[in-house]
């Protein structure tokens, strides 16, 4: 049994920062890629940001500069630090991750999301 959290999500002025965790937890034997989507009602998920287990990130351009994606694998945990944050950066995140479990079987694994708000 593995599981997905996130935490980290709320209500900001619109230039203010946000930082977005996800913590993998379970019958963990490795975690290879986690990423983070977004979604907002009507359209599809996009995905913002990425990072491999060796630390090699990708980003959506509308966010590049402005968020950092970064895990510590012993904690089994990613982060996404979310600056200068717009209105239009308003939607449901969720993390996704890469996961082999003790049984070494290798699946794709979702947290529940975390909402972020950017507003005056």
């Known amino acids: 049994q593995v599981q997905l959290v996130e935490s980290g999500g709320g209500l900001v002025q619109p230039g203010g920062s946000l930082r977005l965790s996800c913590a993998a937890s379970?019958?963990?034997?490795?975690?290879?890629?986690m990423a983070w989507y977004r979604q907002t009602p009507g359209k599809p998920r996009e995905l913002v940001a990425s990072v491999t287990r060796r630390g090699e990130t990708s980003y959506v351009d509308s966010v590049k500069g402005r968020f950092t994606i970064s895990r510590d694998n012993a904690k089994n945990t990613g982060f996404l630090q979310m600056n200068s944050l717009k209105p239009e950066d308003t939607a449901a995140y969720s993390c996704?991750?890469?996961?082999?479990?003790?049984?070494?079987?290798?699946?794709?694994?979702w947290g529940q999301g975390t909402q972020v708000t950017v507003s005056s």
């Open positions: 996704s991750a890469q996961i082999v479990t003790t049984n070494l079987a290798r699946n794709d694994y």
């Open positions: 379970g019958s963990i034997s490795r975690v290879y890629a």
